[in-house]
């Protein structure tokens, strides 16, 4: 094998270690996820997992990282950001999150909202890169809501950045109840509750959630 070669196969290994790093740890759990589970899944050696990360948790900084691309690409490019009228994208974001709920719940549910349950006070490097990522996504939802208040002429004792940060509360919610019930209708009944709020403060209206 050329240096060449093996060059472009360990910068795959580590685009693999990642992608299976989101689904075992979304599966399983970040403290039930062990090297051996991730370099199973990924199809690698534990010698090349440990040629890119020192450890687990360095894994699980970069799959924060990962992920958050994965679903900035997603929602940036979805056909709702084309709405000329920001309350319906405000909407459109939530019809969105409603519609990705399907396959198993590993399969829709949030890294970082598990991860950080479970790592909140063992490890600030995972729990300060879920903020940072959770965060920042917050903030792509905030620029719609901002948008949506000034063409709604509404001042009320309430920021974007607080009901933006209220969307990612409930839909973070609905994943846990989610597993708890072991199903994806639960969070489905959430996000409509959650459409309907915003239907109402932005239109006076709380008009039916579109369907999944």
Known sequence: MT???KTRAYGEARGKLLDAALRVIRGR?????????????????????????????????AATAHFASFAEAVFSAAPYRALPDPVDRVLGYVALRKSILTGDLPD???????????????SPLIREACNRHISEHAAFV??????????????????PASLAL???????GAFILAK?????????DCLDHLHRHLDLLFNGQARPAPSA
């Open 29 to 61: 759990g970040y403290a039930a996820a062990t090297v051996d589970d991730i370099c199973r899944e990924a199809g690698v050696t534990k010698g090349a997992f440990f040629h890119h990360f020192k450890s687990k948790e360095e894994l699980a900084v």
């Open 108 to 122: 829709f549910t949030c890294l970082l909202g598990t991860m950080v349950q479970e790592t909140y006070e063992t």
């Open 3 to 5: 240096t060449r070669t």
């Open 142 to 159: 905030e620029e719609d809501i901002a948008a949506a208040m000034a063409a709604r002429g509404i001042d009320g004792d309430w920021t």
């Open 166 to 172: 209220y969307t990612q509360a409930v839909i973070q």
């Open 180 to 188: 708890a019930r072991n199903g994806p209708a639960v969070a489905a």
